[in-house]
């Protein structure tokens, strides 16, 4: 269990804010890794819920609160964190717990399930890695179709050439789940976002997170600009795939 030292949550007045994750090198997942059992873990469930399960809920409701207005025209759901058990049904690997915690702000438009719609932000702390994304990581058929006519269309295309380059000046990665070998049927093989076609999802990485800020409230921020510069991207996708 954390030492109160150590205690991750603290409150102005009856509201509590995020200070910070336990650590900055996941040190709790790195442990959990090597000791990926039930009885470990329920020895340790209070250093997971201290630590890092009820901070994650408080930064993703604090970024929630300061990214509204970089949203005109779309809503923000409520934050969701994934839960820790892995769904070990159909694995190989029958290890019961992930060696990260991740979680979401989804959109909200029109009673459009939330694998429909973009996510405005995805934050992942783990044993390995800790990062900030945005967008549509794997999109259902029906919304793969709509952004593949958008990224073709003249008008639509040309705008999401002019956010994407304004994001890879500012050091965001542009990535998705998967990526074609070939321009899909239906479209010239020489477009000019012949690139973009061949996507089945559309996500921006975060620039890489500053050494030991995971740690400190000031993650908060952090998070939020940079919620705030992908913004005009997730928008695009929520219309594009609408």
């Given at each position: 269990?954390?030492?109160?030292?150590?205690?991750?949550?603290?409150?102005?007045?009856?509201?509590?804010?995020?200070?910070?994750?336990?650590?900055?090198?996941?040190?709790?997942?790195?442990?959990?890794?090597?000791?990926?059992?039930?009885?470990?873990?329920?020895?340790?469930?209070?250093?997971?819920?201290?630590?890092?399960?009820?901070?994650?809920?408080?930064?993703?409701?604090?970024?929630?609160?300061?990214?509204?207005?970089?949203?005109?025209?779309?809503?923000?759901?409520e934050p969701k964190v994934f839960r820790i058990f892995r769904d070990v049904r159909f694995s190989k690997d029958k290890?019961?717990?992930?060696?990260?915690?991740?979680?979401?702000?989804?959109?909200?438009?029109?009673?459009?399930?939330?694998?429909?719609?973009p996510m405005a932000l995805y934050f992942h702390a783990g044993a390995t890695?800790?990062?900030?994304?945005?967008?549509?990581?794997?999109?259902?058929?029906?919304?793969?179709?709509?952004?593949?006519?958008?990224?073709?269309?003249?008008?639509?295309?040309?705008?999401?050439?002019?956010?994407?380059?304004?994001?890879?000046?500012?050091?965001?990665?542009?990535?998705?789940?998967?990526?074609?070998?070939?321009?899909?049927?239906?479209?010239?093989?020489?477009?000019?976002?012949?690139?973009?076609?061949?996507?089945?999802?559309?996500?921006?990485?975060?620039?890489?997170?500053?050494?030991?800020?995971?740690?400190?409230?000031?993650?908060?921020?952090?998070?939020?600009?940079?919620?705030?510069?992908?913004?005009?991207?997730?928008?695009?996708?929520?219309?594009?795939?609408?």
């Amino acid at each position: 269990m954390l030492p109160p030292s150590r205690a991750r949550i603290y409150y102005a007045g009856l509201m509590p804010r995020f200070e910070g994750f336990a650590d900055a090198d996941g040190r709790f997942f790195k442990a959990l890794a090597k000791h990926n059992e039930k009885n470990w873990f329920s020895a340790h469930k209070a250093e997971f819920e201290e630590g890092w399960n009820a901070p994650m809920k408080l930064l993703l409701s604090d970024v929630k609160q300061k990214i509204d207005h970089a949203y005109p025209h779309c809503d923000l759901d409520e934050p969701k964190v994934f839960r820790i058990f892995r769904d070990v049904r159909f694995s190989k690997d029958k290890a019961p717990y992930k060696t990260h915690i991740g979680g979401y702000i989804p959109l909200r438009r029109g009673g459009r399930k939330a694998t429909d719609l973009p996510m405005a932000l995805y934050f992942h702390a783990g044993a390995t890695e800790m990062f900030g994304a945005a967008g549509h990581y794997m999109m259902q058929p029906e919304g793969l179709a709509r952004f593949r006519a958008a990224v073709a269309a003249s008008s639509s295309g040309a705008e999401l050439d002019r956010i994407l380059r304004k994001l890879a000046f500012k050091g965001f990665v542009t990535g998705s789940h998967e990526e074609l070998k070939r321009v899909p049927k239906g479209y010239d093989p020489d477009h000019s976002r012949a690139h973009l076609l061949k996507r089945k999802g559309l996500v921006v990485t975060f620039p890489d997170l500053p050494k030991g800020l995971a740690a400190k409230s000031a993650l908060t921020k952090w998070v939020t600009d940079a919620c705030k510069t992908a913004a005009p991207l997730v928008e695009w996708l929520a219309f594009a795939t609408a």
